[in-house]
C-alpha cells in the first residue's frame, strides 16, 4: 500500500514487489507424471519445498477427458513428489506443470490503488508471477514491465527462468485481463508483459 501522503492530483510509479508486497515464486517444468485416481505427482527436476504446501497447481492433460487438472499442492513428500488435493482422471506423463502463489489480489489491488491518480504505472519486476484469476485495469493506468523485449532468448524459455516480467496465466475459463474503458480517452495500456499459458510448450532450442 502507498503512502497516504502521496498527493493524487500527481503522476506516480508503484512497483508490485515494494508497494504490495508481490511474491514471484512460479514454477513450470515438463516432466509431471501422475496416475488416474491418484493424487500423488511426482517430478524428477526436483523442485518442489515444503514452502509449496497450499500452493496453486496446473497439471496439463490430467483432468477429466484429458483436460487440465486445476488444484492445489496438500502434502510436500520430497523435492521429486507432492500429493495434491484433488486426484488426477487421466494418467499423464511428461506433462507440463505450474504452480505458484496466486498474486491475483496483490495486483488487483495495486490497479485499483493507482485508478485514484492523475495517471499511474504498476510496474512487474523481472520474475515469473503467478496468476490463476482475472484483472480488472482502470482509465489512466499503465501496467507494465520492468525491462523491454524480446523475451525469448535461444535455449531459454521465461517459463523455467528469470529473463522477463512474465505472468504466468492458469485461468481457462475467461479472458484474464478486463479492460471496461475500450473505446475511452482513458484506456489503460500494457507495456513490456511476457505471458505463459499452461498448455504452451517452449522446447530448450526454441526455433523462433
Not at 103 to 126: F, H, M, N, P
Not at 138 to 151: E, L, W
Request: a negative charge.
Amino acid at each position: 500500500m502507498l503512502a497516504k501522503s502521496v498527493s493524487k492530483d500527481r503522476k506516480i510509479l508503484i512497483s508490485l514487489e515494494h508497494d504490495f508486497g508481490l511474491e514471484q515464486d512460479g514454477q513450470r517444468v515438463l516432466d509431471g507424471a501422475i496416475t488416474a485416481a491418484s493424487a500423488s505427482l511426482s517430478s524428477a527436476s526436483g523442485l518442489f519445498t515444503s514452502a509449496d504446501e497450499g500452493k496453486y497447481i496446473v497439471v496439463t492433460g490430467a483432468g477429466a477427458a484429458g483436460a487440465n487438472l486445476h488444484t492445489t499442492i496438500a502434502i510436500y513428500v520430497s523435492a521429486t513428489n507432492v500429493l495434491l488435493t484433488a486426484s488426477a482422471s487421466t494418467t499423464v506423463t511428461s506433462a507440463n506443470i505450474s504452480w505458484g502463489t496466486d498474486q491475483t489480489s496483490k495486483i488487483q489491488a495495486a490497479i485499483d490503488e493507482s485508478s485514484g491518480y492523475l495517471g499511474a504505472t504498476v510496474i512487474l519486476s523481472t520474475g515469473r508471477t503467478y496468476l490463476s484469476g482475472v484483472l480488472t485495469l482502470k482509465g489512466n493506468t499503465t501496467f507494465r514491465g520492468d525491462t523491454s523485449g524480446p523475451f525469448m532468448k535461444w535455449g531459454t524459455s521465461p517459463a523455467s527462468a528469470n529473463i522477463a516480467p512474465t505472468l504466468m496465466i492458469v485461468n481457462e475459463t475467461s479472458p484474464f485481463i478486463s479492460v471496461p474503458y475500450v473505446g475511452s480517452p482513458y484506456q489503460p495500456t500494457l507495456e513490456d508483459l511476457c505471458f505463459i499459458y499452461p498448455n504452451q510448450y517452449h522446447p530448450s532450442t526454441p526455433s523462433y
